[in-house]
C-alpha cells in the first residue's frame, strides 16, 4: 500500500480511539433534585361538595277533593297566617252531596222512629201473650238494623260535610308563598294523589342547606362540624353553617352510593343593606302582625305612614311606584294618599299600595287575578334563597401544629432518574413488588400476607432524602392531608429535614419518559 494510505489509516484509528476514550471517560449529568422542609403547622380535612339552598320547614299545601279551582287570594311572595284561607275549590258537587246525606239521614231517621214504634208494640203484645216470640225477635231485629242505617246515614252526612270544608283551602303554617303551582279554572283531581297548589316557606330567617357526601367520605362527616358555602350570586362572601343531621338513607345514581347531609345556616341580610340590618326580625314571617302587614306595601309604605314624621306624597310616590297595580297613575296615587292623610292616615299605606282596581273577590276567581291582588307581600333583603347553588366545604379533621411534608414528596419516586439499580435495605427502586396478588405502586412498599381469599396488601408511604448524593427511603405513616400538606409520622423524622419532591429538569440520563411529563407514583 502506499505511505499515504497507511498515513490516513493511521489518524483514523486515532481519531476513533479518543472519541472513545472521551464517551466512555466522560463524566456523567448530575441529576438536579428539587427539596422541600418537612416543617411544623396546622393540617385540616376538609370535604368540598355542591348542594342546594332550602327552607329549613317548607310545606305543600294540596287539596283533598277534586274538582275546578273557583278562587286564589293569594300569591307568590304572599305572606300568610296559619289558617287564612288561600284557595278555593268549587262546591257545587260537594253542597248537592251534602244535600243528598242530609236527605238520607232524615230517611233513616225516620224509619228508626217507626221500627222503634213497632217494636215497643210487640213487647207490650207479647208480655200478654199475644204475639209469638219469633215475630217479637223479627221486630227487634228490624229496629237494631234501621238504628245501624242512621248511624250509616249519619257517617254520610259528617262525609260530606267534610268534604265541603275541604274546599276552602287554607295554610296550615304561618309563612311566605314560595311557589303557586295552579290557577283558576284548573282542574285538580285528588283521587290517587293530592295535588299541590302552594309551596309555603314558614321561616325565611333560616336556611337549610342539602349536600351528596359519598360513601367514602361519609364517616368523617359527624353532626355540629363547621362549614363554609359560597353562592354564585355572592361569590365573595362566605356563610357559615354547621351540620345538622346526617341522614342514614342511601341514594344510589349508577352504582354510586351518596348520603344526605343538612346543615343550618341564618339568612343574613343582603351586604349594603342598612334597613335589613337594623331590623332583622322582620324577615321572620309569623312574627309581629303589625310589622308584617307594613310589608304590604314595602318598608317605604311604612315610612309613608307617618313613622318617620309627616310623609311627603312625592317621595311616597317615588319609592312604591314600581309596586303598585298595572294601570295605576301617579294622580290617582296622590289622591288616595292625600285623602287618607286628610282622614288622620289611621290605615295601612298598605292599602293604598297594593289595592287593586276592581273587587278583589272578583280578582280573586278570575284566571290570573291573584297575580293583581293586593294583601301583605315579603319584600325582606335576604342573601340566600330557596334554590340556590351551594359550593360547601366541611373541616372534617384538624391537626396542630404536627410534622407535615408536601404531598408531592409522598408521591415522587427518584428510580426513573438513577441510572444504575442497586439493592437497598427494601426493593429495589423502580422494581415492582407483587405481594397480595398485585404489583406494588411506585409510591410506596406493599406489606401483607397475599392469599387466594383476596386478602389486600397495605402499602407503606415513603419519603426520599438525599444521603452521601443519593437518595434514600425513609418509612412514614400518612395521616390527614389539606389537599396541599399532609401529615406524617414515623422514625427519624425531624423538623426541617430535607426530602426530595422532584428534579429540576426531567429529561435526566438514565431517566425514563414519564407519561405526561408527570412524576412516576401516587398516594392513596
Known amino acids: 500500500m502506499k505511505r499515504n494510505t497507511w498515513i490516513g489509516l493511521g489518524i483514523g484509528v486515532v481519531l476513533v480511539a479518543g472519541g472513545a476514550a472521551y464517551v466512555w471517560n ?11 422542609k418537612l416543617d411544623r403547622g396546622n393540617v385540616t380535612q376538609r370535604i368540598n361538595a355542591t348542594g342546594a339552598v332550602s327552607p329549613v320547614v317548607q310545606v305543600a299545601v294540596g287539596t283533598q277533593v277534586s ?55 210487640a213487647k207490650r203484645l207479647a208480655a200478654d201473650k199475644l204475639l209469638a216470640d219469633q215475630d217479637l225477635e223479627a221486630k227487634q231485629v228490624a229496629y237494631q238494623t234501621s238504628v245501624t242505617t242512621m248511624e250509616n246515614a249519619k257517617a254520610s252526612m259528617d262525609r260530606a260535610k267534610a268534604n265541603l270544608d275541604y274546599c276552602n283551602i287554607t295554610a296550615p303554617v304561618d309563612g311566605v308563598v314560595i311557589s303557586r303551582l295552579a290557577d283558576v279554572g284548573q282542574t285538580v283531581a285528588a283521587s290517587f294523589s293530592t295535588p299541590n297548589l302552594f309551596q309555603i316557606a314558614q321561616d325565611l330567617s333560616k336556611m337549610k342547606v342539602q349536600v351528596n357526601i ?6 368523617e362527616i359527624k353532626v ?62 309569623g312574627k309581629g302582625g303589625g310589622r308584617e302587614a307594613g310589608k304590604a306595601g314595602g318598608r317605604d309604605a311604612g315610612k309613608a305612614e307617618g313613622r318617620e314624621g309627616a310623609p311627603d306624597p312625592e317621595k311616597a310616590w317615588e319609592r312604591m311606584k314600581d309596586r303598585l297595580p298595572a294601570g295605576t297613575t301617579k294622580q290617582e296615587f296622590l289622591k288616595r294618599f292625600k285623602e287618607r292623610q286628610a282622614s288622620g292616615g289611621g290605615k295601612a299605606m298598605s292599602a293604598v299600595s297594593s289595592a287593586p282596581v276592581g273587587d278583589p273577590k272578583a280578582l280573586a276567581r278570575i284566571p290570573g287575578g291573584a297575580s ?24 372534617t379533621n384538624q ?10 414528596a409522598l408521591r415522587f419516586n427518584p428510580s426513573a432518574f438513577i441510572k444504575d439499580d442497586k439493592k437497598t435495605d427494601g426493593p429495589r427502586l423502580g422494581q415492582p413488588m407483587v405481594m397480595g396478588g398485585g ?39 400518612a395521616g390527614i392531608s389539606d389537599g396541599q400538606f399532609t401529615e406524617v409520622t414515623g422514625e427519624g423524622l425531624t423538623e426541617g429535614m430535607q426530602v426530595l419532591v422532584g428534579v429540576d429538569n426531567s429529561k435526566q440520563a438514565g431517566a425514563a419518559p414519564l407519561p405526561l411529563g408527570g412524576t412516576q407514583g401516587g398516594r392513596r
Do not use: C
Not at 102 to 120: H, I, S, V
Not at 214 to 219: A, L, Q, R, V, Y
Open 26 to 36: 466522560r463524566p456523567k449529568d448530575e441529576v438536579k433534585w428539587r427539596m422541600a
Open 214 to 219: 359519598g360513601e367514602s367520605d361519609i364517616d
Open 67 to 121: 274538582g275546578v279551582i273557583s278562587a286564589l287570594y293569594v300569591d307568590y311572595n304572599s305572606i300568610v297566617k296559619k289558617g287564612q284561607l288561600i284557595a278555593q275549590i268549587d262546591p257545587t258537587i260537594w253542597e248537592t252531596q251534602l244535600a243528598d246525606a242530609k236527605a238520607g239521614l232524615e230517611r233513616a231517621k225516620t224509619n228508626m222512629d217507626d221500627a222503634r214504634r213497632q217494636y215497643e208494640r
Open 439 to 477: 404489583p406494588r405502586p411506585a409510591g410506596g412498599a406493599q406489606t401483607g400476607t397475599g392469599s387466594k381469599g383476596g386478602m389486600v396488601a397495605r402499602r407503606e408511604d415513603r419519603i426520599w432524602v438525599l444521603e452521601n448524593g443519593k437518595p434514600k427511603a425513609i418509612v412514614v405513616k
Open 224 to 285: 355540629g362540624q363547621r362549614a363554609l358555602f359560597t353562592v354564585d350570586s355572592l361569590p365573595d362572601k362566605q356563610f357559615m353553617a354547621a351540620v345538622s343531621l346526617v341522614r342514614q338513607e342511601p341514594i344510589t345514581t349508577q352504582n354510586v352510593v351518596n348520603y344526605v347531609v343538612e346543615m343550618i345556616v341564618p339568612n343574613e341580610p343582603l351586604p349594603g343593606s342598612e334597613e335589613d340590618a337594623k331590623a332583622p326580625a322582620a324577615h321572620e314571617p
Open 399 to 408: 391537626r396542630r401544629d404536627v410534622l407535615r411534608v408536601p404531598n408531592s
Open 372 to 395: 293583581q291582588l293586593g294583601g301583605p307581600k315579603f319584600t325582606g333583603n335576604l342573601a340566600l334563597r330557596s334554590g340556590m347553588t351551594a359550593n360547601v366545604t366541611i373541616s
